[in-house]
């Protein structure tokens, strides 16, 4: 086997993602602040006590409770998928271990994540907090060798593609015969699998477009299209054999021979997410009959469960009948997928809110510079903001409400933990199941804006290209709608001018109208979105504005 396919079969147990860039990892970063004395004084345990509060970001992430089996692999594999891993120190005689990403951004990131669902390496807990150490010096220290081989075997995957050493692939950086279509056959089914919980779990590695459940055979299955085939390839290789509950519910995943999914009905057996007008067409079959005879799939797409409600499952989950099931140690474990048998809806780990609201309790703004239209903006980057409301009596919260349920779990996913203003953005499921305008003479200051009519709205039209195009924040934008006669200096100057630190900048070869700009940080990047998209160009052209998931 290849480094880093041993690295990730050998693993054994993944944690899901909330949105997963591509592998990037640099070679190795070899600057580290522990040193030798530190680690034979016998003091280290007093140090870990002094690690910096969550409020304290670091980039050098402080592992608590490690298996003392778990390879230095399992623990690097919880660090990935948020960005580039550049060192490890393991000291598993405390169960403990040092984990350093490349930015600050990144563990911020995985703390977030990692927060409200608590990952596990073995079926056990791992507890991730800040360290007090801005990064790690190892040059020097003994048993290094094993960490600094499985960064190795991580840096085997190269920048903007996954080439793997050895596999044969395509011009896109993907083994060939791979599309962003999944098939998806989820085996011992002894406890309902939901279209609701598969976005959930695959939603993690990337945005999710069309999903279509059916039985074939007496098996509950799947076909799942991401927006990028890179995305699937992470979701196969990371959750292939895995099992959603303890020792049932396992999946299996293969890539479709089909490139694109098309659904004709949003309902509980088929949905697109890029097409919120689609009818529920209640008894049609969900996808048209060319792609079911193609597929072999029958006219009518039976139900994915027909077990009573109130189910019991065999394997003897502690629950009773119609009460969510707890957290169950699994190798998705940290996913804590809790569904109530009664009622099939999906409640999100951490999160107090209604599942399916649509609006968004956004905390720790800073009240000096935010506004209702640059929450708009900014959360119009993962779905058509309705409304916005700024607490009259504190500033630093406000409530965002989306089109739909879908879109603000997408902007919770993508905007909770991001740097603005200065401040750690927190954003969960708000009890409100929408945002009230203020009546008529009461005092608001503007504080309340509706959108609903917005023009600026990106996805406000069935099936647009935009639903493909959504990345994480990142440093570098994607421009576009510039007009012919502005020049480079014209945008670096239109940047630089809103306090960002300009990098670099790149016209589009074949095409003037876009341009991708690298800005000094992740933080100054979403300042710059927030100012800048819808800007008036001249010649009728108003700058569009996104986040790019490529580098200059």
């Not at 792609?291 to 009573?308: E, H, L, Q, R, V």
């Amino acid at each position: 086997a290849q480094p880093f396919s041993f690295f990730l079969q050998s693993g054994g147990r993944f944690a899901p993602f909330l949105f997963p860039p591509p592998f990037a990892v640099p070679s190795l970063a070899a600057s580290f602040l522990l040193s030798v004395p530190w680690m034979a004084n016998g003091n280290d345990s007093k140090k870990f006590k002094g690690d910096r509060s969550p409020c304290s970001p670091s980039r050098v992430l402080h592992l608590r409770k490690i298996p003392n089996d778990v390879t230095e692999a399992e623990v690097i594999s919880l660090g990935l998928p948020f960005g580039k891993v550049t060192n490890l120190l393991m000291l598993k005689g405390k169960s403990q271990a040092f984990l350093e990403m490349a930015s600050e951004e990144a563990a911020v990131t995985m703390v977030n994540y990692y927060t409200p669902v608590t990952p596990h390496l073995r079926s056990q807990p791992v507890y991730i907090q800040y360290s007090n150490h801005r990064e790690l010096k190892t040059d020097n220290l003994p048993n290094q060798a094993r960490a600094q081989a499985a960064l190795q075997a991580v840096n085997a995957v190269q920048s903007g593609g996954l080439a793997l050493a050895g596999i044969p692939t395509t011009e896109g950086g993907l083994p060939p015969g791979q599309s962003s279509v999944l098939r998806i056959i989820v085996e011992n089914l002894f406890y309902p699998v939901t279209l609701e919980v598969l976005y959930q779990i695959f939603s993690k590695f990337g945005t999710v477009l069309k999903i279509i459940t059916f039985t074939k055979n007496n098996q509950f299955q799947a076909l799942l299209q991401y927006s990028d085939p890179v995305n699937a390839h992470y979701a196969k290789m990371a959750l292939d054999g895995q099992n959603i509950y303890n020792a049932c519910c396992t999946l299996r995943i293969d890539f479709s021979k089909l490139t694109s999914l098309n659904v004709k009905y949003n309902n509980d057996k088929s949905r697109d997410f890029t097409r919120l007008d689609l009818p529920s067409g209640d008894g049609q079959p969900s996808i048209d009959p060319t792609m079911a005879a193609a597929f072999g799939t029958p006219g009518i797409i039976s139900s994915p469960y027909a077990g009573a409600a109130g189910f019991a499952p065999a394997i003897g989950f502690p629950q009773a009948a119609g009460l969510s099931v707890p957290t169950v140690p699994s190798a998705l474990g940290p996913l804590a997928i809790t569904t109530s048998t009664m009622t099939g809806r999906m409640a999100i780990p951490g999160v107090t809110g209604i599942p399916g609201n649509s609006v968004l309790l956004v905390s720790n703004l800073n009240p000096d510079a935010i506004t209702p239209d640059g929450l708009f903006i900014l959360f119009g980057v993962y779905g058509d903001v309705h409304r916005v409301k700024i607490m009259f009596n504190k500033k630093e919260n406000a409530l965002v409400q989306m089109a739909d349920a879908t879109q603000s779990q997408l902007a919770m996913n993508h905007l909770n933990g991001q740097k603005l203003y200065g401040k750690v953005l927190r954003v969960t499921l708000s009890k409100h199941q929408t945002v009230q305008l203020p009546r008529e003479g009461q005092e608001d200051q503007g504080l309340t804006k509706d959108y609903s009519n917005s023009p600026l709205h990106r996805f406000k039209k069935p099936g647009s290209k935009n639903f493909q195009n959504i990345f994480p924040p990142s440093a570098t934008l994607h421009l576009s709608n510039i007009p012919p006669s502005i020049t480079v200096e014209d945008m670096k100057s239109l940047f630089a001018n809103t306090g960002c630190n300009v990098k670099n900048f790149k016209f589009f070869p074949k095409d003037h109208k876009m341009a991708l700009i690298q800005l000094g940080s992740v933080e100054e990047a979403i300042q710059a979105l927030i100012e800048l998209h819808n800007h008036d160009l001249g010649e009728n052209h108003h700058l569009r504005v996104s986040f790019s998931k490529s580098t200059i």
